[in-house]
C-alpha cells in the first residue's frame, strides 16, 4: 500500500546524502540532524551557527571513544549523545564518526557523554543511517530550525517494509548456466533498490532449490578474491540447473546490508587487522543487517511457500523460516578458499556460525 510516510522517509535519505538537514520526530520527541559524514565548516556553521549541537554515534563507537561506560548502556542498541566541546569542528566531529580514520588521526578526547533528548527519535537516527548507507552519526540539535525534509520514526520503520514489493515485470533470460531460465524483478514503491529473481528450469510441484544471494559489487562484478561471493554465484546458478527446478534470488543488500560505501570501509577496516564481524560493529552497524522478509515476500509473490536452501548460513534458515518460508533442506555451498578469502572464510566458521 502506497503511503505520504514513505515519501517523507525516501525524502529523509535523500536529504541526508546531500548533506542537508532534517527533523526526524519519535513518540519521544523531536530532533533536527545532520549527517556528519560530508558535513564542511560551512554546512555546518548553516546548521548550527552558534555551534551548539551535539554528536550523536552508536553504542559501539562509543566504546571506542571510552565513552562506553558513561552512560547505564541498559541498551546496548542506544546511541550515545557526545557534548559538543568548543574544539570540537567539522573535521575532528568526522575523526569522531570514522573509525577508519583512527590510526591516520588518534582521537584527542577527552568526550564526554550528555543524556539523549528523545531516545526513540535517537534510535531511529541510526536505522536511518544504515538505510541511506552513510556513516551512523550525527550532528543534534533540540528544538525548531529550518530543514529540509522532516520524517516519523514510524516512517522509517515503514519505509524498507518487504509487504510493499510487487512483481514489476519478467522476461525469458537464457544465462550460461541454463537457456531455460526467466528473470522477475520486483520493486517498491518509494525504496528505489530494484530485487530480482531467476527462475531456472520448470515448476513441477516439488520445493525448488533456491539461492538468496546478496548483492557483492566487488564479488560479483569485479572477481574480488577478499570473499566468496562470486564463485559461489556461479556455482549456485549450476546447482540451481542440475536440480528439477529453482530459483535464485538476487537480494540488493549490499554488504550484508550496510550497503557499498560501508562495506568498503569495513574493508579498510579489514586492511587494519580487524576482521570482518569488528569491522562491522566498530562502524556502529549490526554484524548482519539484512532483512531476510525481503526473500520470503519475494517467494510469497512466486507462489513458493517450501524450498530446499543452498547455504552454509544457519541464519538464512532461521530467517527465512521466522518469515515464513519452511525450508525442507539445507544445501551446503562448500568452495575452495583462496589466501585473501582465508580469514574470512574462517571468521564466518568461527563467529557467525557458518558450517563450512
Ligand atoms: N559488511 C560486510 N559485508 C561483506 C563483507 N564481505 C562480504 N560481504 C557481503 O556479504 C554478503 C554475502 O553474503 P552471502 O554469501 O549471501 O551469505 P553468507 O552469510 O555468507 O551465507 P552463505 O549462504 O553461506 O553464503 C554480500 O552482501 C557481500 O557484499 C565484509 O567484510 N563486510
Ligand atoms: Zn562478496
Known sequence: ???????????????????????????????????????DAVTLADFDPHGRADILISAARAETLKLGNQLAAADPDMPVLVERA????????????????DLASPLKGPFRARTLPAPQAAKAALRLARLAGILPAYF???????????????????????????IATRARLPVSASESAEIIAFRSPDEPREHVALIVGKRDGSPPVIRLHSECLTGDVLGSLKCDC????????????????????????????????????????????????????????????????????????????QVRLLTNNPNKVTGLEAA??????RLPIILAANPHNERYLATKRDRTGHQL
Open 140 to 166: 543534534l540539535l533540540k528544538g525548531d530550525g529550518s530543514v529540509e525534509a522532516e520524517v516519523s520514526a514510524d516512517a522509517i520503520s515503514a519505509y524498507d517494509d518487504a509487504t510493499n514489493l510487487a
Open 324 to 329: 515464513g518460508i519452511k525450508v525442507t533442506e
Open 86 to 101: 568548543p574544539w570540537i569542528d567539522a573535521d575532528v566531529a568526522t575523526a569522531i564518526s570514522d573509525p577508519v580514520l
Open 1 to 39: 500500500m502506497r503511503t505520504g510516510i514513505g515519501r517523507d522517509a525516501a525524502r529523509a535519505i535523500d536529504a541526508l546524502r546531500r548533506g542537508w538537514a532534517i527533523r526526524l520526530a519519535a513518540p519521544d520527541g523531536a530532533i533536527r540532524l545532520m549527517a556528519i559524514e560530508g558535513a
Open 230 to 305: 562470486g564463485p559461489q554465484l556461479h556455482e549456485a546458478l549450476h546447482r540451481i540447473a542440475d536440480a528439477p527446478w529453482g530459483i535464485l534470488l538476487y537480494l540488493r543488500q549490499e554488504g550484508r546490508g550496510i550497503g557499498l560505501v560501508n562495506k568498503l570501509r569495513a574493508y579498510a577496516m579489514q586492511d587494519q587487522g580487524f576482521d570482518t564481524v569488528d569491522a562491522n560493529v566498530r562502524l556502529g552497524f549490526a554484524i548482519d543487517a539484512r532483512d531476510f522478509s525481503v526473500a520470503a515476500r519475494m517467494l510469497d509473490l512466486l507462489a513458493v511457500d
